[in-house]
């Protein structure tokens, strides 16, 4: 019976109608995109082997850290794939040895072979060919040094320079293979393979027995079947861009769902407060308080499920376009993509569920105050909402924003190196943004005082305080906009410009960097030592890795999270005047292969030993010689190269001597032109250039604000139409008191404006808070950073917030007539 | 007239004969200074099967009279009976199912649902009480008030006079004890009013219907069985057997004095 009267007064009110369930339709359309690409991000990829796809079982090294604690075995998975260590090999004598290292053919892989380029460019012993399988095309295998066999065409017995972690080598193409996807191989003899890479990666036989004699030995894995694609070289890299990608996705998905949340409840809470003595008069005619509620929450399930299945379906749309731009960017694996299978289904549901879940709760409040409703209200001739907004919205609000910064204040004060945690920022901004919403309706009253004046201010004043609810609705998008880009904006931008600057003070004292050649991952042995062996200047080459260790003790009783998780470090060849760092007490003359460098934050003493994991998972006990001032850059942990793992340097930093100071820049530039690097002036140096991460992180930063922002601009458009075809009576009659079509349009203008100034004013003070935090925790741990604002994003945003707020308040006004 | 404004006419009468009892009544609105007091302690009965027009200048209390006895507002002291069921005590949902199952109200402005049409107006407080009315009575209740061949249309295809006897129609299809109308006839023409009252004369006559109506038409109180006038929330007198002429030179008394 409800349903029947619900659904007939739909036709009349269609325009709230279609507002609420454009709002419904699209933010579950967010979600439903969100987790459909999360899912096939969290699935892996469905990959077949193609370097082993010939051998049948491959034996490597664990490639993350097992202990067993509590609920059974933790693991974490390594920064390097470990070597298959020499007693294993001495066990396995039938297994061949396979070898992957760095080489890079100097001109281009792609230009001087052809083929396609797919994949990073490897070293490889001849007998890894079988593996695939590669086989000749043309030419013969290597059967000396100097000799190579790559993937593609290339014309025989053409001297080519290969780069390799050594320096570059003088080698000859004898012979080609057929390309594959997944790597661009450069095949050396067996003997040259393990002069340049010692360490074996994996051993490869057809013999079960072989096998299962690994299986037993601990610290091994036996690859078998689909699971041998795991040891391509192109499966490590996309496991640590997808594990990047989900995190990421992950706030992502928890900003879209928030701001998908609060638009439509606003926009619901909205539509039930429109019709307030529609339900009046219900109840006057006979229908019970329960009736009355039953009615709207059936309405919003209605809606819900609509909305819903509509969102699902542009979501199922929009999936694989928002996959392949990922792709497109860098930052997923370029197969990535979003197929719609069986297990899609589970990620279509969420969405459907979340999409009437919210229906129906943001309904709930309203439909209880529904049934509330007073019969007599219908028998009155103006529409006030009462004046007491619940008491759930207020103390939500409170807590939320209590929450939201009692969390900045502990981690600013407390744990100052959380601020570059995504996932802590993204908690805070959103509870205080969620708090700002919730308190909104007392909010705007206070927030629009300035706009009193004049007619249109003392209209617009009277309105807000008559029907806060409905302000606040108008304002909740906008507010949404403005508040997040401006502290997500902001944070980021700072904490970039904050690593830059710790990587600048470490140059602080160097007069010149050699960087790396564009394309290549680092410098090599060779350039490092010629650089060495310059006299007049005195140079460190610096590798950017990461050590697995426990968590640093912060109290007395903190509980020791059981497995240890990595850090970022360098490695260092010696201390060197070049290299800037901030020594508290000990010295960096002491690092060798057996100490280390920490910084406070470790809260260690000098002569302490420490317990920590190589980058390929070896332990190694250090002993602390120095500690360091926490630095910007977020490194804490310096060791000698040796204890670093297998990363090329990044750069090495030079300072010259002073008397030799010409010349030895002339042999600087003359070595460093020998391999295409780059010698750059100190104060030249921009980090940010040479730091994919952050291109990444900044890329991503703005999908994930471009959907907000493109959702909350759409929450905007249809609760400010709403509003205003709301109110055709009220606004009639002002036409018939002597208003002008155009004077209605000025009052709703600047009633809009008033109330987006209102949005902006209450982010400001959210923001400010979010980077004063961000300031403190900085100041805390590293020294005061100036804190970036990204004005002109922020400027553009807001006056787009602004513009489509009025546009979509006065449209409804321009065909309007004194009669309606 | 007693001058604590209470009614004595209901002394001698049978119980039994009394369809609405008010006793004290007393309704405040504001708080403060600006307290407004609409009923003032007044004590009134409606005899069963009668018709009585309640009058008064505006400000007097009349339609928070009204609402108060029909159950849709509370008063804040005193007691409301309908044939004997005191609504005090009853909580919301109760006192909405009384009004449903007891209570007509017929409105001023008519207040049907624009989006239904006159017949599913008219079956919309069955269907809300959770009946299914048959569609020969809703019929009939149409044809009661002259308007079976305008049963599907809309209250936006009706004009002033058609809508408030579909009002009416609605009020009367749950047979109710008491009918309550506020200003019936106020939106309408003297000849559309003249049907209207004609329309509920004949109920109280021919069906034995109560009907407790406020007007501020002395010509339209001259269809009622007596008039009650009220001034200031108090009752200002009687009249039975009410003429135009009477009531309206009585009325004419009640605001010079006031």
Redesign the interface.
């Known amino acids: 019976?409800t349903l029947t009267?619900a659904l007939?007064?739909l036709?009349?009110r269609w325009v709230a109608f279609a507002g609420t369930l454009a709002a419904l339709a699209l933010g579950v359309s967010v979600i439903a995109t969100m987790a459909l690409v999360l899912a096939a991000a969290g699935g892996g990829g469905h990959q077949s082997p193609e370097r082993f796809a010939a051998a049948p079982f491959v034996i490597q090294a664990d490639p993350a850290l097992r202990a067993h604690d509590a609920d059974g075995i933790d693991a974490v998975p390594l920064p390097q794939q470990p070597d298959v260590p020499a007693s294993v090999i001495a066990q396995l004598p039938g297994a061949i040895a396979d070898r992957s290292f760095y080489a890079q053919l100097v001109g281009g892989y792609a230009q001087l072979v052809g083929g396609p380029a797919t994949g990073p460019t490897l070293g490889h012993g001849w007998s890894s060919a079988a593996f695939a399988p590669y086989r000749l095309s043309s030419g013969h295998p290597p059967m000396a040094d100097g000799q190579i066999v790559v993937a593609g065409r290339a014309v025989l017995g053409r001297p080519v320079t290969v780069l390799t972690a050594g320096g570059p080598l003088a080698v000859t193409i004898v012979g080609t293979v057929p390309p594959r996807t997944g790597e661009q191989p450069i095949f050396f003899t067996d003997a040259e393979a393990a002069r340049l890479s010692p360490g074996v990666d994996a051993l490869v036989t057809d013999d079960p027995a072989t096998a299962r004699r690994a299986a037993a030995l601990p610290g091994l894995q036996v690859l078998t079947g689909a699971a041998r694609h795991q040891a391509d070289p192109d499966a490590v890299q996309d496991e640590a861009e997808l594990a990047g990608l989900t995190t990421f996705l992950d706030v992502a998905a928890a900003i879209s769902a928030f701001v998908a949340i609060a638009v439509i409840a606003s926009a619901f809470g909205l539509s039930v407060a429109q019709r307030r003595r529609d339900l009046a008069?219900?109840?006057?005619?006979?229908?019970?308080?329960?009736?009355v509620a039953r009615m709207v929450r059936a309405e919003a399930a209605l809606v819900g499920v609509a909305g819903s299945a509509l969102g699902c379906l542009l979501g199922v749309v929009w999936a694989p376009l928002l996959a392949r731009w990922i792709a497109g960017q860098g930052l997923s694996p370029a197969w990535f993509s979003v197929q719609l299978t069986a297990g899609s289904a589970p990620a279509l549901a969420i969405a459907f569920l979340a999409g009437v879940a919210v229906a129906v709760v943001s309904v709930l409040v309203a439909a209880r105050r529904a049934g509330l409703i007073?019969?007599?209200e219908?028998?009155r001739e103006a529409a006030v909402e009462p004046s007491r907004i619940g008491p759930a919205r207020l103390f939500g609000g409170l807590g939320c924003l209590v929450a939201g910064i009692a969390t900045l204040a502990a981690v600013a004060v407390l744990f100052p190196s959380a601020t570059s945690d995504a996932k802590t920022e993204a908690m805070i901004v959103l509870l205080l943004v969620a708090g700002a919403v919730l308190l909104a309706p007392f909010l705007v009253g206070p927030l629009t005082r300035p706009f009193g004046g004049g007619t249109a201010g003392m209209l617009i004043r009277a309105d807000i305080r008559t029907g806060p609810g409905r302000a606040a609705a108008a304002v909740v998008p906008a507010l949404i906009i403005v508040g997040l880009s401006v502290s997500i904006l902001g944070s980021s931008d700072t904490s970039n410009a904050a690593a830059d600057a710790g990587l600048h003070e470490q140059a602080s004292a160097a007069d010149y960097v050699v960087l790396p050649a564009a394309g290549t991952p680092g410098l090599t042995t060779a350039l490092v030592d010629r650089i060495d062996a310059i006299g007049g200047l005195d140079a460190t080459a610096v590798t950017q890795t990461s050590l697995l260790a426990h968590e640093p003790a912060i109290t007395r009783f903190h509980f020791e999270a059981p497995m240890p998780i990595p850090f970022a470090a360098i490695g260092i060849d010696r201390a060197s005047p070049a290299l800037t760092l901030p020594v508290r007490e000990g010295s960096l003359a002491d690092l060798d292969a057996r100490t280390i460098a920490v910084d406070t934050s470790w809260h260690e003493h000098l002569g302490a030993t420490m317990s920590l994991w190589r980058p390929d998972g070896t332990p190694v006990s250090l002993r602390v010689v120095a500690i360091l001032a926490p630095s910007r850059s977020g490194v804490s942990l310096v060791v000698t190269a040796g204890n670093a793992g297998d990363a090329m340097p990044s750069v090495v930093y030079v300072r010259l001597d002073g008397d030799a100071a010409g010349a030895a820049v002339g042999a600087l530039q003359t070595v460093a032109r020998q391999a295409d690097d780059r010698v750059v002036p100190a104060s030249r140096w921009s980090a940010a250039v040479a730091d994919q991460q952050n291109e990444q992180n900044q890329v991503g930063l703005e999908l994930l604000l471009g959907i907000a922002i493109a959702y909350s601009a759409i929450g905007i458009a249809s609760t400010s139409l709403m509003s205003t075809s709301g109110r055709r009576p009220e606004l009639a009659l002002l036409r018939l008191t002597g208003a002008t079509r155009r004077q209605i349009a000025w009052i709703l203008t600047a009633e809009s404006l008033a109330l987006t100034f209102a949005a902006v004013a209450a982010s400001a003070a959210i923001s400010g808070l979010v980077l004063g935090g961000l300031w403190v925790a900085f100041a805390r741990a590293a020294g005061s950073t100036p804190i970036v604002v990204p004005w002109l994003l922020i400027g553009a945003i807001t006056g787009a917030s602004a513009l489509i707020g009025v546009v979509a308040s006065t449209l409804p006004v321009l065909g309007f007539r004194a009669s309606s | 007239m007693p001058p604590d404004g209470s009614d004595r006419l209901h002394e001698g009468m049978n119980a039994d004969a009394i369809a609405v009892l008010i006793e004290s009544l007393t309704r405040t609105y504001g708080s403060g200074p600006d307290t407004v007091t609409a009923l003032d302690r007044v004590t009134l009965a409606f005899p069963a099967g009668s018709f009585t027009a309640v009058m008064g200048p505006s400000g007097s209390g009349k339609s928070t009279l009204l609402q108060c006895a029909a159950g849709l507002d509370r008063p804040d002291s005193g007691e409301v009976s309908i044939n004997g069921t005191r609504l005090g005590g009853l909580g919301e949902t109760a006192l909405t199912v009384l009004r449903r199952e007891r209570i007509g109200f017929v409105f001023q402005s008519f207040n049907l649902m624009p989006s239904l049409t006159a017949a599913q107006n008219v079956e919309l407080p069955l269907r809300l009480a959770g009946r299914r009315p048959e569609p020969a009575a809703i019929k009939a209740a149409l044809a009661a008030v002259g308007l079976a061949d305008r049963a599907r249309h809309r209250p936006s295809e009706l004009s002033g006079g058609q809508q408030q006897r579909v009002a009416i129609a609605r009020a009367l299809a749950a047979r109710p004890q008491v009918l309550f109308a506020d200003e019936p006839t106020g939106a309408l023409d003297t000849g559309t009013s003249r049907d209207v009252l004609r329309l509920l004369r004949a109920l109280v006559t021919e069906q034995g219907q109560t009907i407790i109506m406020v007007t501020h038409d002395p010509i339209a109180a001259a269809w009622a069985d007596r008039v009650v006038f009220l001034a200031d929330g108090r009752i200002a007198g009687a009249l039975d057997r009410p003429t135009a002429e009477a009531v309206a030179t009585r009325m004419t008394q009640l605001e010079v004095s006031a």
């Open positions: 019976m009267v007939s007064t036709r009349t008069l219900l109840r006057t005619i006979g229908a019970t308080p329960r009736q007073r019969p007599t219908a028998l």
